[in-house]
T-cell receptor, first 115, second 110 residues
Framework: NAGVTQTPKFRILKIGQSMTLQCTQD?????MYWYRQDPGMGLKLIYYSVGAGITDKGEVPNGYNVSRSTTEDFPLRLELAAPSQTSVYFC??????????????FGEGSRLTVL | QKEVEQNSGPLSVPEGAIASLNCTYS??????FFWYRQYSGKSPELIMS????GDKEDGRFTAQLNKASQYVSLLIRDSQPSDSATYLC??????????FGTGTSLTVIP
């Protein structure tokens, strides 16, 4: 029962470096999301995808890129890391809005620090 | 105006009391409403969902929705120390976008 798997769980980056956060789900969900959560704050939507080959921006997309080549995988790319991107990143998935309960299934999170 | 607003707290209640958590949302087109619980250092987990006006009860939890007032609440009866967590209100809009509030931190004092 893997659900949503994120890697890595922890990472320290230097300013200007790039990296990719990996996310994969085994529930055959069409909808996938990337959120960031800053200390004491709620979740902010970065990007989301409604199916393979389709992605769209959320509330805070600047500095990030995504791709969705398969139903299972939804990687998040950070280009030119900045201290403002220090956060905990959560990947989530859900069933189709009309057919499903609307419940989001979350990964365990990836804690990123940019120094 | 924020999509979803919550009082950040912290909210402290004694064990056995009722904890009341509130949330307002800005988009009248919002369709579904959720309460997630998040323990420190963990990912959010769904505890309640509500889709129509009125009350929905599940064990010690009751969610209340008033679409005319754009207001959602969560009541936790007989609060336990294990209920101490941050509670996130989430709103589901058309296009399957979920927006979250900043969360309310609840502490249940034994």
């Amino acid at each position: 029962n893997a659900g949503v798997t994120q890697t890595p769980k922890f990472r320290i980056l230097k300013i200007g470096q790039s990296m990719t956060l990996q996310c994969t789900q085994d529930m055959n969900h069409n909808y996938m999301y990337w959120y960031r959560q800053d200390p004491g704050m709620g979740l902010k939507l970065i990007y989301y995808s409604v199916g393979a080959g389709i992605t769209d921006k959320g509330e805070v997309p600047n500095g990030y890129n995504v791709s969705r080549s398969t139903t299972e995988d939804f990687p998040l790319r950070l280009e030119l890391a900045a201290p403002s991107q220090t956060s905990v990143y959560f990947c989530a998935s859900s069933q189709e809005g009309l057919a499903g309960s609307g419940e989001l299934f979350f990964g365990e999170g990836s804690r990123l620090t940019v120094l | 105006q924020k999509e979803v607003e919550q009082n950040s707290g912290p909210l402290s209640v004694p064990e056995g009391a009722i904890a009341s958590l509130n949330c307002t949302y800005s988009d009248r087109g919002s369709q579904s409403f959720f309460w997630y619980r998040q323990y420190s250092g963990k990912s959010p987990e769904l505890i309640m969902s509500i889709y129509s006006n009125g009350d929905k009860e599940d064990g010690r939890f009751t969610a209340q929705l008033n679409k005319a007032s754009q207001y959602v609440s969560l009541l936790i009866r007989d609060s336990q120390p294990s209920d101490s967590a941050t509670y996130l209100c989430a709103v589901h809009r058309a296009g399957n976008q979920f927006y979250f509030g900043t969360g309310t931190s609840l502490t249940v004092i034994p």
